[in-house]
């Protein structure tokens, strides 16, 4: 595992720093309840009426990852086919109480995604968000309706692998990313122009 040098401006929780989205995976396999353990964080996310827009469809036995894997696209698959498990979020656009659109559904499911991403911190694992993925083949290899669902990211979960397996351009950029400062998005009191 990679030395994780990310230090904040302020202190925060430990968890904020340590999770970041690696590409060298392991294609260990997860067990069956490190998954639901996962996908059970993303459950107790808040939304906006409770409605819990999210769907996840995801693979981990070698059949269902062999369907997966084509849904990425191919800048993403070079290091995501080592993943053992892979998730495609969707979520629901419409609110089931009253069937009105729902404003909010996407910020809903990016919270899931997060809670997500630091349960698989906490249990040892990385999770890696991908918007690069197929959309149209999604619905249809799935079978997830599209006039009611929306795909929103896929996400590959793993254990940290061998940073030397990658291609040498993504090996170089295999390292927690960087981030604004806090003053440049946060304005205290209304905007102010930068
Ligand atoms: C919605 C979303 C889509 C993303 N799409 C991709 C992607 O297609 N391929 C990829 O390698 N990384 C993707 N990422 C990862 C981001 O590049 C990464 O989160 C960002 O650079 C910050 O780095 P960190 O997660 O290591 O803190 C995506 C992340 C999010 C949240």
Known sequence: MPAVARVSDFPVDRQFLDRWSPRAFSPEPLTRAQVQTVLEAARWAPSSFNEQPWLFVFAQ????LAKFRPLLMDQNR?????APVLVLIFA????????KANRHYMFDAGAAWMSLALQARSLGLYAHAMGGFHQDKAYETLGVPADRYEALCAVAIGRYGDAGGLP???????????RKALAEIAHEGGYRAQ
């Not at 036995?61 to 269902?64: K, N, V």
């Not at 070079?78 to 080592?82: H, N």
Request: proline residues 11%; aromatic residues 8%; without cysteine.
């Open 61 to 64: 036995s070698a059949a269902d």
């Open 92 to 99: 629901r656009r419409h609110f089931a109480h009253n069937g």
């Open 78 to 82: 070079v290091w995501a086919d080592q």
């Open 168 to 178: 040498p351009a993504l090996a170089e950029k295999e390292s927690p990313g960087p």
